[in-house]
């Protein structure tokens, strides 16, 4: 059974920084892409970041120079770092095995001014 758990949202004041995990089962996790997607309420859910399987990463611009992706192959899990986080950031953020119907439940991030 794949399992997908995202951890690590709060509260957080603008200028702040979080750490979500998204900690897996189930899968080989070293053979999948990772996506950090974000939903904001009433806007469609967007990709902020993904980490290919060596290690590469691509980022949405608004996230640029603020947020790193980054993976543990090892304990089947997978980061982002978010620092100088602003009240735009407030999401609920999932992450999804690239190209599978698998994603966590998400965790709610909140950025406040």
């Known amino acids: 059974q794949v399992q997908l758990v995202e951890s690590g949202g709060g509260l957080v004041q603008a200028g702040g920084s979080l750490k979500l995990s998204c900690t897996t089962s189930?899968?080989?996790?070293?053979?999948?892409?990772i996506g950090w997607y974000r939903q904001a309420p009433g806007k469609q859910r967007e990709l902020v970041a993904n980490?290919?399987?060596?290690?590469?990463?691509n980022y949405l611009e608004s996230v640029k120079g603020r947020f790193t992706a980054s993976r543990d192959n090892d304990n089947q899990a997978a980061y982002l770092q978010m620092n100088n986080l602003n009240p735009e950031d407030t999401a609920v953020y999932y992450c999804?095995?690239?190209?599978?119907?698998?994603w966590g439940q998400g965790t709610q991030v909140t950025v406040s001014s």
């Open positions: 980490i290919l399987t060596n290690g590469y990463t």
């Open positions: 189930g899968i080989t996790f070293r053979r999948y892409f």
């Open positions: 999804n095995l690239a190209g599978t119907p698998y």
